[in-house]
Structure formats: C-alpha cells, structure tokens
C-alpha cells in the first residue's frame, strides 16, 4: 500500500474522529461551570493598563 493511500485511509477514519472529539471536548472545556469568571478576566486583559 502506498503511503498517501494508507495516510488517506487513516485521516477517512481515525482522523475524523479524533477532531470530532476534539470538536466536543473544546465545547465542554469552554461551557464547564465555573468558566464565565475566567473567560470575563481573560477578556478585559488587552483593556487594563499597566
């Protein structure tokens, strides 16, 4: 089998699965309970002065 062709077979399967679980793993990491606070800080960091 030659390389692209198992490296194409390989990102059909594996690949797709791996972004989708990174896809939802992303959503929760971003919707936890807790996150607003954290997200809110980040956000006004480019507004502070030093």
Do not use: C, K, N
């Not at 791996?18 to 607003?36: D, E, K, Q, T």
């Amino acid at each position: 089998m030659e390389t692209y062709t198992a490296m194409r077979h390989f990102a059909d399967s594996w690949g797709l699965l791996g972004m989708a679980l990174f896809f939802v793993g992303a959503v929760i990491f971003a919707f936890r309970p807790g996150s607003r606070a954290q997200a809110d800080e980040a956000a006004r960091i480019p507004l502070q002065d030093d």
